[in-house]
């Protein structure tokens, strides 16, 4: 089965790049997720959603919920085989390999920029 191509962007916070991600913009790439991956490279965002599942996936994977404007609303560390929680004010998730969101010291309240690459 032939996958699309993903769109290429970066995390932006504070005019400094955070991370390398793509876009999953369509229907079935937004579904697919990171389903089937035994290691992430990259985040994926993910657009519109409010809520995620790690069914399937191999590894443990970092959440970012932003807001509309991009705001982190919450964050959360996700083991394979979960389903999470809903977050009403989500418009967007960002899904980062497990230990990211310590890495690149993000947390509730700051502001997330996806500019396309």
Do not use: F
Not at 25 to 38: D, F, V
Not at 57 to 72: N, P, Q, T
Not at 97 to 112: F, W
Request: with cysteine; glycine share 6%.
């Amino acid at each position: 089965m032939k996958t699309q191509p993903l769109s290429p962007a970066w995390l932006m916070s504070d005019g400094k790049v955070l991370a390398s991600a793509d876009i999953a913009n369509t229907a079935k790439s937004r579904r697919r997720g990171l389903i089937g991956q035994t290691s992430i490279d990259s985040a994926l965002v993910i657009s519109p959603c409010k809520w995620i599942h790690s069914i399937g996936m191999k590894c443990a994977i970092d959440v970012l919920y932003l807001d509309a404007a991009g705001l982190v609303v919450k964050t959360e560390s996700l083991k394979p085989m979960r389903v999470a929680a809903p977050v009403s004010r989500s418009k967007t998730i960002v899904e980062l390999p497990s230990g990211s969101i310590e890495r690149i010291g993000v947390q509730v309240g700051d502001l997330i920029e996806v500019r396309s690459a």
